[in-house]
């Protein structure tokens, strides 16, 4: 008979920082927050090289496009914030840090299809954060997502705030959407968008309290979008948005103007201090010198000749990571698992590689979430088939999320697979 295990994940409430790392099952997580994503090649060894000298030298890219160094010890932390603080990546203080979570376009400022050049507005809103005492009230997880129209679409980041640039009779605008009802949207000009931002998260904080909302999806939820839209002095009115980012775009060689990127990414995320200085050094020999962090875990090399990006995309592929987005290990989200993360019974990184070949001949996108545990960190939304981590077995959740009614449980490994490859032949790419 199988043992459930039945005791709740712990659930933090808050994301770790630098500041305010989280302990995890393989020391502490300290997550860096970088702005707009943007990060120069020397600073991404310095980062390498301190997550292997302080830590375990591993790392995970975000869905919020920010580094976490993981395996740092208590004894090493003074020296990691010394290491940062040098590179201009610690914040002032615990208060500002949690509040700067800003997704920005990756290729903002170098793509010729953008509508408007966002990183001044990026800037605007990480100094009104900074500047108003009041917004420091915001949960933990609040976040904010910036599309500047362009090539690569931030429509479909999980933001409380989305802040999107778009054309109306010849004209550039920017539409605000709150989560929990994307069909409705209020338009400024981009003179006024942070003030509106700001307006929407001023808002969110009067309102909470009367629906004892911790997020705006639920105060979305339990009051509708208008209220909190009429809170904040704005006017609504239904708007269709842009498709969400394929990721046959993301990944791989692509043309950028006259220039190229190239986009790269590791198995679920996770990164070791090598990979990233390898990285670093293919970049900077194929003539790039920034990189940008993604919220869909890949990282981008803006600036390239358009031959080099090519040879790039392919010399990246050899050392084992992502470069096309076709590449069936982007059908599956995993989380860190056991025994890195001690809410997990689960070794999600070895039982998605076991899950891989499943998905040959399947239509591109994510299918399969494998979740250490009902928390679903790495995607905490629904999905179409979602293995769930419990007692050092798996619950089989479909069309659901992690914390969903489960269709089959107790599987062990051998009974997971066979589970997938009888429903999945049904599922559609989600």
Excluded at 141 to 154: E, I, R
Excluded at 212 to 220: C, D, I, L, Y
Excluded at 352 to 379: M, Q
């Amino acid at each position: 008979m199988t043992v459930i295990d039945a005791t709740p994940p712990s659930v933090k409430g808050w994301c770790p920082g630098a500041l305010r790392p989280m302990p995890s099952g393989d020391g502490l997580i300290v997550r860096i927050r970088i702005s707009g994503g943007r990060l120069a090649l020397d600073d991404l060894r310095a980062i390498a090289a301190l997550g292997r000298r302080c830590g375990s030298g591993a790392f995970d890219l975000s869905q919020r496009a920010n580094l976490q160094m993981r395996g740092i010890s208590d004894a090493m932390l003074p020296e990691v914030h010394d290491e940062l603080r040098k590179l201009g990546l610690l914040p002032a203080d615990v208060g500002i840090e949690q509040i700067l979570n800003i997704v920005a376009p990756p290729l903002a400022g170098v793509d010729p299809d953008a509508l408007i050049d966002v990183c001044a507005l990026v800037a605007q809103i990480e100094e009104m954060l900074r500047a108003d005492q009041r917004l420091r009230l915001l949960p933990g997880k609040f976040g904010f997502v910036v599309d500047d129209g362009g090539a690569l679409s931030t429509t479909g980041v999980d933001a409380d705030i989305a802040l999107e640039a778009m054309r109306s009779h010849g004209k550039v605008e920017i539409a605000l959407r709150l989560a929990g009802d994307s069909g409705q949207a209020a338009r400024v000009p981009p003179e006024r968008a942070v003030a509106a931002a700001g307006a929407l998260a001023r808002a969110f904080l009067t309102l909470r309290d009367e629906c004892e909302a911790g997020r705006m999806r639920a105060a979305v939820a339990a009051l509708g979008a208008d209220a909190v839209f009429a809170r904040a002095g704005l006017s609504n009115a239904p708007l269709a948005r842009r498709a969400p980012v394929a990721m046959r775009n993301v990944f791989g060689a692509h043309p950028l103007g006259e220039a190229a990127f190239v986009g790269c990414g590791a198995p679920y995320g996770r990164w070791r201090a090598d990979d990233l200085e390898r990285l670093a050094d293919r970049v900077d020999s194929a003539g790039g010198r920034t990189l940008r962090l993604t919220p869909w875990r890949a990282i981008l090399a803006p600036g390239l000749d358009a031959g080099r990006a090519a040879s790039l995309a392919a010399k990246l592929g050899r050392d084992g990571l992502i470069v096309d987005g076709a590449d069936l290990r982007l059908a599956i989200a995993a989380c860190p698992g056991a025994p890195d993360c001690p809410s997990a019974s689960v070794r999600t990184h070895e039982a998605a590689d076991s899950f891989v070949h499943l998905f040959a001949g399947a239509a591109p996108g994510l299918r399969l979430h494998v979740a250490g545990c009902e928390k679903g960190c790495a995607h905490p939304r629904p999905a179409p088939l979602t293995l769930v981590g419990r007692g050092g077995r798996f619950d089989l959740v479909l069309n659901g999320a992690p914390g969903g009614v489960p269709a089959a449980t107790g599987l062990d490994l051998a009974g997971a697979h066979c589970a997938l490859a009888q429903r999945m032949r049904h599922v559609p790419p989600s």
